[in-house]
């Protein structure tokens, strides 16, 4: 069972940009979803992708986020743009619907100015 890794967050100011990536080899070109934990909340969908290239978006990045998939890497990014206070969470990639036992340690971003 593969467990994913995320990379590429950070401390953005409100407006800015972030892309992150998510690695996890060939199980990368199955259907996949970003996920976010904010503090004191659930883990809530983000996006996703399914194998393909069909994708979803939460309501609350409609318009701002982009889920794509790098099928030659078996890269999963998400480009974050117009990011808000409330995009602050930590990041993950995982299996659509997610697998318990699939779970990264995730990726911070911190949006504040």
């Known amino acids: 069972q593969v467990q994913f890794v995320e990379s590429g967050g950070g401390f953005m100011q409100p407006g800015g940009s972030l892309r992150l990536s998510c690695a996890g080899g060939?199980?990368?070109?199955?259907?996949m979803g970003w996920y976010r934990q904010a503090p004191g909340k659930q883990r809530e969908l983000v996006a996703s992708?399914?194998?393909?290239?069909?994708?979803t978006y939460a309501t609350s990045v409609q318009g701002r986020f982009t889920i794509s998939r790098d099928s030659a890497k078996y890269t999963l990014h998400l480009q974050m743009n117009s990011l808000e206070p409330d995009d602050t969470a930590v990041y993950y990639c995982?299996?659509?619907?997610?697998?318990?036992?699939?779970w990264g340690r995730g990726t911070q971003v911190t949006v504040s100015s």
């Open positions: 992708i399914d194998s393909g290239m069909t994708t």
């Open positions: 060939m199980a990368t070109l199955l259907s």
């Open positions: 995982n299996h659509f619907p997610p697998r318990d036992n699939a």
